[in-house]
């Protein structure tokens, strides 16, 4: 037997209904007039500026910063001057107030940027480079940096003069992040550094790098704390890592310390300090650095319905197959899914609201997805997806350093389970 949906019905935050048997088009409306709830309103809106920013910096990133990708991802080359074509654009200082030297928006505006930027620039390691030396530098020397340290590194990061990098993983200490060996002992003036750390972002390059060392490895992860390794310190040597699957153009490298002194004006925040610093850091660059790959993902997507329209076999469009057109459907429900979780864990952020358990499930979700959508995009474009020129299948050796960095995906598994109290 078959029974009327009668639609769904709209309800108050509170819970109590509004209306009953609405069809989807006017709940989706209700919903955009803002239904007021608890003295919060649910607006899928961006306003005009945040609109009109994202336009400005997928012009820019289209017209600056695509340029021989392919080749530079074929020969693992980082090029310095797209790097100062985004300083000079205040990409860099987005994050960081005018007084040092930055061009501060707000946490909605940098979020719709980031996704303009994987959107209009296809070389994904340099977006994802950009976040890094955002979130996981800039901002904590901001947010725990004592004056002079501010001064002394954000205006010339910003510039991008400087270059960051953040270290926290070790040849021993990988996902147990917190059980890593680095040993920085007290000195006169300072502390003597000892360790070694794996799989740095911008290692071989890195001007400045926010790094983790334990203090007190009596207090265990309570001992770790964070410093700031400028290039030149002696005893502080790096080697680069020469072959990588994805974000080639982005290097990648170890860092050694051999009883590296660095003064103790050099140490960020308190001794111990270091837990809160990593976390913060990882969750706003979780929540960014994925911003781009949604971009990208809607550049994935847009490639797909395109080449659908236009590739013929059997006198008619590809996409006109249904094994085809599901493909899409697919990328278009993962990229829309992730949408949803990526703006909501950055309303919480600008809310000033922890986002632990939506940015893991944000990461897990978002990263899969573009592995996903990578593969889907590489069987739409047949042998085209299979050969590098065309550009389908960097995204896939790209999107797998997605699943690995910033805790892999079994990691945000535990995070999430954990946080349910499992
Ligand atoms: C592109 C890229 C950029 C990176 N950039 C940086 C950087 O700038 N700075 C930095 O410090 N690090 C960086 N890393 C390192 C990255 O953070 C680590 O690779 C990551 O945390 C995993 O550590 P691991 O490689 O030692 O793997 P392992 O921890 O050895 O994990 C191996 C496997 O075991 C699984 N596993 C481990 N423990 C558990 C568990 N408890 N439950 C379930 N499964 C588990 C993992 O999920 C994985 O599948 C980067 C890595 C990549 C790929």
Redesign the pocket.
């Known amino acids: 037997m078959f029974s009327m949906d009668p639609g769904p019905t709209a309800y108050r935050g509170d819970g109590q209904v509004i209306a009953a048997g609405l069809s989807p088009n006017t709940v989706y409306l209700a919903i955009k007039t803002k239904i007021s709830a608890k003295g919060t309103t649910l607006d899928f809106e961006w306003n005009e500026q945040q609109n009109a920013f994202y336009e400005k910096v997928v012009a820019f990133a289209r017209t600056e910063l695509s340029d021989d990708v392919v080749q530079r991802d074929s020969q693992q080359v980082f090029n310095r001057d797209l790097w100062r074509k985004c300083a000079d654009f205040g990409l860099l200082g987005l994050s960081i107030p005018e007084a040092y030297g930055g061009s501060e928006k707000e946490v909605m505006t940098i979020l719709r940027a980031m996704e303009g930027l994987g959107y209009g620039c296809p070389d994904n390691g340099l977006t994802f480079a950009i976040n890094?030396h955002i979130w996981t530098s800039q901002l904590p020397i901001f947010q725990f940096g004592s004056e002079a340290q501010r001064q002394k590194y954000l205006p010339a990061m910003c510039r991008g003069e400087l270059i960051g990098?953040?270290?926290?993983?070790e040849p021993e200490a990988?996902?147990?992040?917190f059980s890593l060996q680095t040993h920085a002992k007290k000195v006169d003036g300072g502390y003597l550094l000892n360790g070694r750390?794996s799989?740095?972002?911008f290692g071989p390059v890195a001007d400045v790098v926010v790094l983790f060392a334990n203090t007190a490895p009596e207090k265990g992860k309570w001992g770790i704390t964070a410093f700031l390794i400028e290039k030149d310190f002696p005893g502080f040597t790096r080697t680069p890592l020469r072959d990588k699957m994805g974000?080639r153009t982005v290097p990648?490298g170890d860092l050694i310390l051999e009883d590296c002194f660095v003064p103790e004006e050099n140490r960020l925040g308190r001794e111990g300090a270091g837990i809160s610093i990593s976390q913060s850091a990882l969750e706003w660059e979780r929540c960014f650095i994925l911003a781009s790959q949604l971009g990208a993902m809607q550049r994935q997507l847009d490639g797909a319905v395109q080449y659908a329209r236009e590739r013929r076999q059997f006198n008619q469009p590809i996409g006109k197959f249904q094994s085809v057109s599901n493909r899409i459907a697919d990328m278009k429900v993962r990229l829309e899914t992730a949408r949803l979780m990526l703006y909501k864990v950055g309303w919480l952020k600008s809310q000033n609201r922890s986002a632990m358990m939506e940015a893991a499930i944000l990461k897990l979700f978002l990263s899969e997805a573009f592995v996903e959508s990578s593969l889907d995009a590489i069987r739409i474009n047949g042998g085209r997806g299979y050969v590098s020129e065309f550009g389908v299948e960097r995204q896939l050796r790209d999107a797998m350093?997605g699943v690995?960095?910033?805790?892999?995906s079994?990691?945000q598994r535990?995070i999430i389970s954990r946080l349910l109290g499992l």
């Open positions: 890094a990098a953040d270290a926290f993983t990988g996902s147990d992040v750390k799989y740095i972002t974000m990648m350093g690995i960095y910033g805790g892999t079994d990691i535990n």
